[in-house]
């Protein structure tokens, strides 16, 4: 089935470390997203991918890293940087940035404490 | 910049009646595109109906259909014969079609509207 992966669907990091959240699709699409989701708010952009080895910031950038090395694959840093990293965090990806629809991943809920 | 304003926090609707989420949106453009998308407790985001702004016809899917009011700014969701598994989340999401070298604002979502179904 072709689809997007997260993993893990939860994750636990203690504050000061590093932690790396996994997208993986098979859908063969160009481009990647990631967004961020808090209580009572919607849907914020952390990065955008357009292409293989290409990357771009999004509305929230700040505290966050991201590669594409792979068609397939554009991972997310949390860094210690990041103030308040807790909250959901989704990948979506679309057949290009022109496409006007989106699909989304399960998501991944990460706690920091 | 675009602003998408759901008003309605929390809804509830009593099985096999009809439901209307409100979403309002902001923009200056003239061609966009406006989406509600559903986000069930298992937290999946799914497409439920989306709309092209240059036509004037109200999208239909099912039992989801829009009332889309351009020169009002507005573009509600109505849910027909609602069912247990209506319940969730809805967000109202606005993208706009030509796509510009600040991406940022490319695709904004409402705060979303949380819909409980009753028995």
């Known amino acids: 089935d072709g689809g997007i992966t997260q993993s893990p669907k939860y994750l636990f990091r203690k504050e000061g470390q590093n932690v790396t959240l996994s997208c993986e699709q098979n859908l063969n699409h160009d481009a990647m997203y990631w967004y961020r989701q808090d209580p009572g708010q919607g849907l914020r952009l952390i990065y955008y991918?357009?292409?293989?080895?290409?990357?771009q910031k999004g509305d929230i950038a700040e505290g966050y890293s991201v590669s594409r090395e792979k068609k397939e694959s554009f991972p997310l840093t949390v860094t210690s940087a990041q103030k308040n990293p807790t909250a959901f965090y989704l990948c979506a990806s679309s057949i290009g940035t022109a496409s006007y629809e989106q699909y989304f991943g399960p998501g991944t809920r990460l706690t920091v404490t | 910049a675009q602003t998408v304003t759901q008003s309605q926090p929390e809804m509830s609707v009593q099985e096999a009646e009809t439901v209307t989420l409100s979403c309002t949106y902001d923009t200056s453009e003239s061609d966009y595109y406006l989406f509600w998308y559903k986000q069930p407790p298992s937290r999946q985001m799914i497409l439920v109906i989306r709309?092209?702004?240059?036509?004037?016809q109200n999208a239909t899917e099912n039992r989801f259909s829009v009332n889309f009011q351009k020169a009002a700014k507005s573009f509600s969701l109505k849910i027909s014969d609602s069912q247990l598994g209506d319940a969730a989340m809805y967000f109202c999401a606005y993208r706009t079609r030509y796509i510009r070298d600040n991406y940022g604002q490319n695709f904004v979502f409402g705060p979303g509207t949380r819909l409980s179904v009753l028995p």
């Open positions: 709309q092209e702004a240059y036509k004037q």
């Open positions: 991918s357009q292409i293989v080895n290409d990357f």
